[in-house]
């Protein structure tokens, strides 16, 4: 075993954002830049000797090399066994299931998510804790602690260990355990979900798109719904993991996965679509000639999960992030289910599943998980949402319409300006900081400011309390905006705005989501003083 000694140099004080440690991958593959970053962790939790570990990746460029490294750093860290993905491969919600199946202290996620793959693009390593779930805060303090004094990691040196062929082999006094990625995932969704009932929707010619977008999700969704469900082959497309995802965005949104959204709303669309993320823990959904906002999605499972074995005694709770619409909040009010607003990442969740006090969670980022894992997981939505099309034998715009007839339609969007300078993002946000007291009853652009603050979170599990997680605008008639730097960019600063209006069940559900949000639009645009800030009130994306 080697010790290697390091100059702090370029890692010291790194701390991982949203979600995990996200850089770009020329960064990544820096002399001693991930071994800091898995050592830091390793000390972080008080060692790796004798500890268990998961470790696998979304496929993107660096994943098998980095896999390699970690491997020899928990050996010579002294740890008892780590279970791979063969070839590498595991996506996040299947890391989550095997950490909590096989009991390990941890696991490893390679992946920078729904960011670009390549040697010019972003990679990133998510750190999971004995729950299957993120990092909490604390954890994620005690690493970026470690960076500040860590001046050696060690390594074994030895051959490179091969992850093609599953099975058992051991290096040094570490056991290395290779699985089949989808195997032990499967199983769970088999357990959670009517699967004769979907399989008999697929045999009477319903039809559907996967679009896993060159992305972890190919193998698992063929297994599962080519396979498994006997949907016809070539329902799942873009099926085979890419190092660069095919030269995309692995970002399921309309504007990536911009295929899949045009064969939806052509006249010969299937009745059900779907994608999936880099490391498949996000979901988007879409029927024929109609897509279904995250939030949205969150709000007809919440109102639905019932109709899966699953879910059939019913929900503890519903939780979603801050700036993910309240339609779930309808549905949690209506239903008489408790209802939580945590902060953005999915850490946030872990306490309150554990707790029992929810069994749905989900993000507007098209994020959707329930207490099966401890992470968001986009395959299950999709096989959610699939068994309760089985169920409701309805088509998607009919839930739809439906749902907002029930419960009202909250208009949502999501804005975001890419690669702002940090200082300009920065000086924006604490312009709106410093008024945020004097907002409340002006109106501005038409419409009336009827509350404004800072959301900070106190987690009923565990009493801590989370600062600064975004800035909330309220306004008359249920309409609200909320305004956060991202934590997951690697160039810049990256602006999220988030416009929501409510429209009761009575009201017009048709208008467009520009139209009917743009008095909330237009009054940020000027709080915010944009145009002054950033040069442009166009955002890069909008979602
Ligand atoms: C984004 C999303 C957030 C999500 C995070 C990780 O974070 O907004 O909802 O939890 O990505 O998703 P940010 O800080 O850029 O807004 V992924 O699929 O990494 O695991
Ligand atoms: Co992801």
Redesign the pocket.
């Known amino acids: 075993m080697t010790i290697q000694t390091i100059s702090k140099g370029p890692f010291e004080g790194q701390k991982p ?4 440690l996200r850089k770009k991958t020329r960064v990544f593959m820096e002399p001693g830049y991930l071994e800091c970053f898995v050592q830091a962790t390793f000390n972080a939790i008080g060692g790796a000797a004798g500890k268990s570990f998961v470790i696998g990746g979304d496929g993107r460029y660096f994943n098998r090399e980095a896999i390699q490294i970690m491997l020899k750093m928990a050996a010579a860290n002294g740890a008892a066994r780590v279970i791979v993905g063969q070839g590498g491969l595991l996506s ?1 919600p299947a890391v989550s299931n095997l950490i909590r199946q096989r009991q390990t202290d941890g696991g490893f996620v390679l ?4 960011n670009p793959g390549g040697i010019d693009a972003d990679f990133g390593v ?1 750190y999971n804790v004995s729950n299957g779930g993120p990092a909490p805060e604390a954890i994620t303090q005690a690493m970026f602690d470690q960076t500040q004094t860590i001046d050696s990691y060690r390594i074994l040196e030895t051959a490179d260990i091969d992850l093609s062929t599953c099975g058992t082999s051991s290096v040094d006094d570490m056991q290395i355990e290779i699985v089949d990625p989808v195997t032990d995932y499967a199983a769970l969704m088999a357990k959670l979900f009517d699967f004769d009932k979907i399989r008999a929707l697929f045999a009477g010619g319903f039809t559907m798109r996967f679009d896993a977008m060159h992305a972890v999700t190919g193998p698992y969704a063929t297994s599962i719904l080519e396979g498994v469900l006997g949907a016809p082959a070539g329902t799942v497309i873009n099926a085979v993991p890419s190092e660069d995802f095919g030269g995309g965005h692995p970002d399921p949104n309309p504007v990536w996965a911009k295929e899949l959204m045009d064969e939806m709303m052509s006249d010969t669309a299937p009745d059900f679509g779907a994608a999936s ?3 498949g ?2 979901n988007m959904i879409v029927g024929r000639g109609v897509y279904v906002t995250p939030s949205d999605s969150l709000a007809v499972l919440a109102a639905n999960a019932q109709l899966a074995p699953g879910y059939a005694r019913g929900l503890a709770g519903v939780a979603r ?1 801050m700036p993910t619409s309240a339609a779930s909040d309808k549905v949690a009010e209506r239903l008489g289910l408790a209802c939580f607003e945590t902060p ?3 850490k946030f969740f872990g306490n309150l599943l554990d707790a029992g006090k929810v069994t749905l969670c989900g ?3 098209a ?1 959707t998980g329930s207490d099966h894992v401890r992470e ?1 997981d986009g395959l299950w939505a999709v096989l959610l949402w699939l068994n309760i099309l089985a169920e409701r034998g309805q088509s998607v715009a009919d839930i739809l319409t439906d749902h907002w007839a029930t419960y009202g339609r909250n208009y949502y969007s999501r804005h975001d300006y890419e690669a702002v300078p940090t200082e300009a993002a920065n000086a924006l946000m604490q312009g709106v900081r410093d008024r945020l007291g004097a907002l409340a009853g002006t109106t501005i652009a038409g419409l009336e400011v009827t509350g404004a603050d800072e959301f900070s979170y106190h987690d009923p599990v565990d009493g801590s309390v989370s600062h600064n997680q975004g800035l909330r605008l309220w306004f008359a008639g249920e309409g609200r905006a909320v305004l ?1 730097l ?4 690697t160039e810049g600063a ?1 602006l ?1 705005v988030y416009l929501e209006q409510y429209a009761p069940p009575e009201a017009d559900h048709g208008l467009t989501p520009d139209v009917a949000l743009r008095a909330v639009r237009d009054a940020v645009v000027e709080i915010t003083g944009m145009q002054a800030h950033l040069g442009r009130i166009e955002p890069d994306v909008k979602t």
């Open positions: 954002g949203t979600s995990g996040t992946s920078a998510s729904h998510k993320d880099g490391d823990d996000r992030s953005t990442g999915w993000e507007e980022s994020g968001k956060r991202s934590g997951t960019g990256t999220r």
